[in-house]
């Protein structure tokens, strides 16, 4: 089975590469992963081929998407915080090639009399919503983003849905959350801090935290997304009756849970490297970020994540630390 | 003051030019209003320049942008049924040239070091929902649509969504109900029938109804979109509060209680003109439209349709057919 990775060299396309060198997708072993991105990290995952390349070059992701690949992880993106900062980056990478490869994907389906009709899972993000927000957000709640990079995530997941209800694929956006304990450095994104608090501390270095600890959020792991990523490749999506964006699940905390956690999972010591120092560009945007969720279609079809903020914590331990 | 209509030769378009030169807009009587379309009926509009071209030429949309219009009516697109038919042909005409337009304001935006900032009042629709309804749809409710002619209004509300949030335009979206009673000919919408059954018997007319009595939808006249279009561009849109798609206000009914309305309007002999002849392709589309609203939103900002289905059989009489 072929599968492309657009954004394989993330911190999410990777965990995914690595995932489906060691278990394969959902039960079928002999894939032929090809992973297209930007840059690559050292090392890396195994057995998979690497493209270099810019998302926005079409008729470099055209060659990649006439190998037919049956499963289409779409993860490239421009961050909130650059998509922010950089409207028209932020539109040309997040947007414009998205369609383009919608568009190039008809073609394949055309000109193959309709045998070749993909699986593409797009990763959205509860960015897509914008407040004010009810006490959970359900499945029906509307999608009013206050970035240009959630309108671009709403954006897509719209194109997707045509897309699919005319059959030339058969796509998924899954929104997810913020990802916790995000690992190695701290990249562009707004919500950065949420990791940098349990992360850096987990390994005796100090971390900044910009917000309030009143501010609640909404978090699952690298391993949930892997998870939700596989998981939506190998689901029947004629049960989703036609709405293709999913929230998914996650742990709704706040950053005083999130620190409690650390305090029992690692001790006094490791909270006392957190420093308070708000920054108010930050609390601007995190003001106005989704705080719960009730998931409910999500659960039903079988996305699953953590149970505890504690465990987010465990997970970090084990998947980035090397502890059992 | 100069104001552009977009799409200015269509029904609406056409209505909402006679106001303007009748009236003025929002009591500015020095206007001056250019419409662009790819075709104008016989008569039309006086004291108003015509443009005739089509909105995918995007050197002719820059060239009338470049004038620098302060209000800018965007209703030019392809209808839902033909856009249902027509995947590409819908793409290219009610997505592309909407993000060039708003790309084309954004560098005049920045040009003018900021000074030239345009409302766009941009015609979106109800079609941008998607079954299953509640009883009523609230102005929480999701965006799933169901036609790819939803999908393309849901995008460029996103679009002008973020574009306003940025400030290059002041934007807002208003979705329009189905407009009825529709005059002239019947034109590639599936939700013609609406208007065809009262509009036809009025005149002695055969009119076919080709669904079940049953099939509840939601309303306004010609009158009220034109109401809708100058209050929106006459709106503080900081009370939009980053909410910038409104749903508007109209008509809940049956198509038993719009007969019911011709007999109270019209009498016996007219409700005779209606034949029932059921079409499975019609009912397969109206069967997914929604039915009913709960438009608190758009009430409160002083947005206001009828209040009965003869309400809007009267403005026939009086707008189309010369009554008192």
């Known amino acids: 089975m072929k599968v492309l990775i657009l954004g394989g060299g993330g911190m999410v396309g990777q965990k995914l590469a690595l995932h489906l060198a060691a278990e394969g997708l959902n039960g079928v072993c002999d894939l032929e992963v090809t992973l297209f991105d930007m840059a690559f990290p050292e090392g890396g995952a195994p057995a998979a081929k690497r493209v270099v390349g810019d998302i926005t070059d079409a008729s470099l992701v055209a060659g990649l998407l006439v190998e037919k690949p049956e499963v289409i992880f779409h993860l490239a993106s421009v961050v909130s915080g650059e998509a922010e900062q950089d409207y028209v980056k932020g539109w040309a990478v997040n947007m414009s090639p998205f369609w383009a490869m919608l568009e190039e994907l008809r073609g394949l389906h055309e000109a193959s009399g309709g045998g070749y009709r993909p699986r593409v899972v797009f990763t959205s993000s509860i960015a897509v919503f914008g407040g004010p927000y009810p006490e959970k957000i359900g499945d029906e709640f509307l999608s009013a983003p206050q970035t240009s990079y959630g309108a671009q995530k709403a954006i897509c997941e719209l194109m997707l849905g045509d897309a699919s209800r005319k059959g030339f694929v058969d796509g998924i956006s899954i929104r997810l959350p913020t990802i916790c304990v995000r690992p190695g450095k701290p990249n ?137």
Request: charged share 30%; proline share 5%.
């Open 188 to 324: 562009l994104a707004a919500s950065g801090f949420f990791s940098n608090i349990i992360r850096e501390p987990l390994v005796g270095q100090k971390a900044v935290l910009p917000v309030s600890e009143e501010v609640r959020h909404w978090h699952a792991s690298p391993r949930s997304a892997v998870g939700f990523l596989t998981h939506a490749a190998g689901l029947d999506l004629g049960r989703l009756e036609g709405r293709r964006a999913l929230n998914m699940p996650g742990i709704s905390c706040t950053v005083a849970e999130q620190i409690e956690a650390l305090r029992r999972v690692a001790g006094e010591e490791a909270v006392k490297l957190i420093r308070r120092e708000r920054d108010p560009a930050i609390e601007r945007i995190v003001e106005f970020w989704p705080r719960d969720f009730e998931p409910t279609r999500a659960l039903e079809l079988g996305f699953r994540a953590e149970n505890s903020f504690d465990e987010i914590i465990r997970i970090h331990l084990e998947d980035e630390l090397g502890q059992r």
